[in-house]
């Protein structure tokens, strides 16, 4: 029985979840009400979407075993995933009642009394946390990822670079340690050491295409045209799950509104007549605002995140797992309008994109997009150090131009915000002449 419970949650762990479930259900049988196969059942049913389900046998377990930490501590985490902050937060301190070294149940304490807006209880709590345990990595790490979120209320963004690097200094293979201080230096305006950050990070993680993007974008290695396939669905991959929250919430970010308003005011009153791409439709905020003008609305994303989210929001036609470029190529006229909201900021050479942009759309049509600003008075784009690109009026106007837009306009707007301030961007809008 133990040998046979032994290996279900070695297979739970290689991520065999039906076989793993099997395993559990048949040591049950074979002896009803073990608390550590009701346990790890729970676990199991809940990152099945059976939530229910592992709520109920997880409490089973714990009237068997009720000084178990670890399943007072799952059980939390079923809460927290679930939104129950409140019951969550009970079962991390039973759990730290029947284990006061549980440092998981207190990490885990610290980030729901952070979700409840408790913020001073939630520092004290991450500060007991390194207290209890000064060479856990992550305990250092959740510190500084704290005060950065927090960057205008307790913390401040030096002593969470401070964090970053003990964090570093104590699992130099916490690499999410490195990702968080580079991109903290670049905050701080220290482009210099974020180069050493992710130099380090790409020594650690030769193949991945975030530290190797970022190191160019502080200067480090010469810049891509345009950001690498892979580093776009690392990074948006990573990012869906949040990216409404954070965007609406933290960055005040208003690109889509902004960039459909101005859309709005050249198409005039909607009648539901155009077939319109969102080009890099992300989770599809640009789709609820623009839809009332579409006959057809569709969208294209690298990133299979993303798309998974505009999936559940709704309201596209089809949405396609592709390329910018090569989708607008694969479909000549096509769309009478194409939009794209903050897509283009990951493209420096806009020449080939903007010209498969003209061929994708019939004569007449429009395409409406946002970029940041390069504040200079120069024909060119550059790669600035938060990733991103920013363009410069001048080349914006010279490659419209160049790709046969008529009817060009380039107004100023702040889209979104960083570090607390602004960030200049341009709203674009052009017409491909109506002779095709
Ligand atoms: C900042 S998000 C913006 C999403 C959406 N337009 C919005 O405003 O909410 C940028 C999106 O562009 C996508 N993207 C970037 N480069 C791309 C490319 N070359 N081809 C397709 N999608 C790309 C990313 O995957 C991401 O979803």
Redesign the pocket.
């Known amino acids: 029985m133990v040998a046979m419970l032994r290996q279900a949650v070695e297979v739970h762990q290689a991520g065999q979840l039906d076989a793993a479930e099997a395993l559990y259900r048949r040591t049950l049988q074979m002896q009803a009400g073990q608390p550590d196969a009701l346990h790890f059942l729970g676990v199991l049913c809940h990152q099945r979407g059976r939530s229910d389900e592992g709520i109920r046998l997880i409490r089973m377990a714990l009237r068997a075993a009720p000084l178990h930490a670890d399943a007072h501590n799952n059980l939390g985490n079923i809460h927290k995933e679930t939104g129950k902050l409140a019951d969550a937060e009970a079962c991390y301190r039973q759990a730290l009642a029947y284990n006061g070294q549980h440092h998981d149940a207190l990490s885990n304490l610290a980030l729901v009394l952070e979700a409840q807006q408790r913020f001073q209880e939630a520092f004290e709590a991450y500060a007991e946390l390194l207290e209890r345990a000064p060479r856990l990595s992550l305990a250092h790490y959740l510190m500084g990822m704290y005060l950065r979120r927090h960057v205008n209320e307790i913390g401040d963004l030096e002593h969470a670079v401070a964090c970053f690097r003990n964090a570093v200094r104590c699992d130099g293979s916490n690499v999410r340690a490195l990702d968080a201080l580079g991109v903290t230096l670049y905050m701080l305006g220290r482009q210099d050491e974020a180069v050493g950050a992710y130099r380090d990070w790409l020594g650690r993680e030769p193949d991945n295409p975030v530290p190797r993007h970022m190191l160019a974008a502080c200067g480090g290695e010469a810049a891509p045209p345009?950001?690498d396939?892979a580093y776009?669905?690392e990074?948006?991959?990573r990012?869906?799950e949040s990216?409404?929250e954070q965007?609406l919430k933290n960055l005040d970010?208003r690109?889509?509104q902004v960039?459909v308003d101005a859309l709005i005011g050249v198409l005039g009153v909607a009648e539901g007549a155009l077939d319109v791409l969102?080009?890099?439709?992300?989770?599809?905020?640009?789709g609820p605002l623009i839809r009332p003008h579409a006959r057809r609305l569709d969208g294209?994303?690298?990133?299979g995140g993303?798309?998974e989210k505009a999936r559940l929001r709704g309201g596209y036609d089809d949405l396609v797992a592709?390329?910018?470029?090569?989708?607008l190529q694969d479909h000549p006229e096509t769309w009478d309008v194409v939009l794209?909201?903050?897509?283009?900021?990951?493209?420096g050479d806009l020449v080939e994109?903007l010209a498969a942009t003209h061929a994708a759309l019939r004569a007449g049509g429009r395409v409406a997009f946002?970029l940041e600003a390069m504040d200079a008075d120069e024909d060119r784009s550059e790669l600035s150090s938060s990733g991103?690109y920013r363009h410069a009026r001048r080349y914006v106007e010279r490659v419209l131009d160049a790709a046969g837009f008529v009817e060009v306009s380039i107004a100023a707007s702040a889209l979104r915000k960083e570090v607390g301030k602004p960030v200049a961007g341009w709203v674009v809008l052009a017409r491909k002449s109506r002779r095709g």
């Open positions: 345009r950001a396939d776009v669905r990074v948006f991959d990012f869906a990216f409404d965007l970010y690109a889509p960039l969102d080009a890099g439709c992300g989770t599809g905020l640009c294209v994303d690298l990133s993303m798309l592709a390329e910018l470029t090569a989708y794209s909201a903050d897509t283009l900021v990951y493209f994109v946002t991103r």
